[in-house]
């Protein structure tokens, strides 16, 4: 007898502008809480003492989350000079201590060189598995490692502000698997007066912006006064927007149904779209499948159980 899951089905994306101190995971737990929801996930995660966009799929939305983690992110942080610590950031224990402080000429002309598709090697407090164990697990024990530079792609690095001789606001556009914490100690490396993380905030994660985002005291306050939950889940972005990098195929009634099945369908007539590659089918309004396609023909790789 199968176990009855605990309790509604939403289904959803909420872009949450997560708070100072908060983990990831205490997030999900909170807003899945306020929604009452059976399931739901997060798209990348934010260190406590990082805020920002934090997209939140709730139900057939986690099916979705790949599209978004793969997705550009932008972030905008404060690097202070002079100090290098263990964790890159304000976490961590001192390292080490230099009096020299960079000029504005100085941190621009450096820039060019952290754009584009470089190497970069993670903080030794990250979560990169080293023979099966996080980094930062071996960190906190005191095990000596070696983690491996990986190539990363940074799109744009600008200097924003440098508000005083000790720090720099910095904003970047990089791909997936980029740290910024090791941007920040690179960066004070390459300058010769050492660098750490003192504040940063995630400003983008794929299609996922500021704009459309919501504060967790912001969504309780509406559900404390939402008269029923469809006002609730109205602040809700719908599972499709994830896949705005995709194109979109309409499809019948009854292909509808065959992709359901998990039974591939050909795009017969003379209007048929040209597509190849990923696509995502829809059918009066309401998604029905991710999938693939070659040779005019759809292969479903999965499947949504979502209502109109």
Request: aromatic residues 6%; negative net charge.
């Amino acid at each position: 007898m199968a176990r009855k899951k605990k309790g509604l089905p939403v289904n959803g994306w909420l872009i949450l502008d997560k708070p100072l101190g908060l983990t990831s995971t205490q997030a999900v737990g909170r807003t899945k809480r306020i929604f009452n929801a059976q399931k739901a996930g997060h798209a990348g995660t934010l260190d406590p003492l990082a805020t920002g966009i934090l997209p939140l799929a709730f139900g057939e939305a986690t099916k979705t989350v790949p599209f978004v983690m793969d997705g550009e992110k932008g972030y905008r942080f404060t690097v202070s000079w002079g100090v290098q610590t263990t964790t890159d950031d304000t976490e961590g224990t001192l390292v080490a201590e230099c009096s020299v402080r960079p000029s504005r000429a100085d941190v621009e002309a450096a820039l060019p060189e952290f754009t584009g598709e470089i190497m970069q090697t993670p903080p030794r407090f990250s979560a990169i598995r080293i023979d099966g164990a996080r980094a930062y697990d071996l960190a906190r024990d005191g095990e000596e490692f070696e983690i491996a530079a990986r190539q990363v792609f940074i799109d744009t690095l600008e200097l924003v502000d440098m508000p005083d001789a000790n720090s720099a606001v910095l904003e970047a556009a990089c791909g997936k698997g980029t740290y910024v914490r090791a941007i920040a100690r690179d960066l004070g490396l390459k300058l010769g007066c050492l660098g750490h993380v003192t504040a940063l905030r995630r400003t983008r994660v794929g299609p996922f912006t500021e704009e459309n985002a919501i504060s967790l005291d912001k969504l309780q306050e509406i559900s404390d006064k939402a008269a029923d939950r469809a006002e609730l889940e109205g602040v809700l972005d719908p599972v499709e927007s994830a896949l705005d990098d995709i194109p979109a195929l309409p499809v019948s009634s009854d292909d509808a149904a065959r992709l359901k099945r998990g039974q591939a369908v050909l795009l017969r007539g003379r209007d048929a779209p040209i597509l190849k590659g990923p696509v995502y089918a829809h059918s009066r309004g309401t998604l029905i499948a991710l999938g693939e396609v070659h040779h005019g023909e759809m292969r479903p790789t999965r499947v949504f159980n979502l209502t109109a």
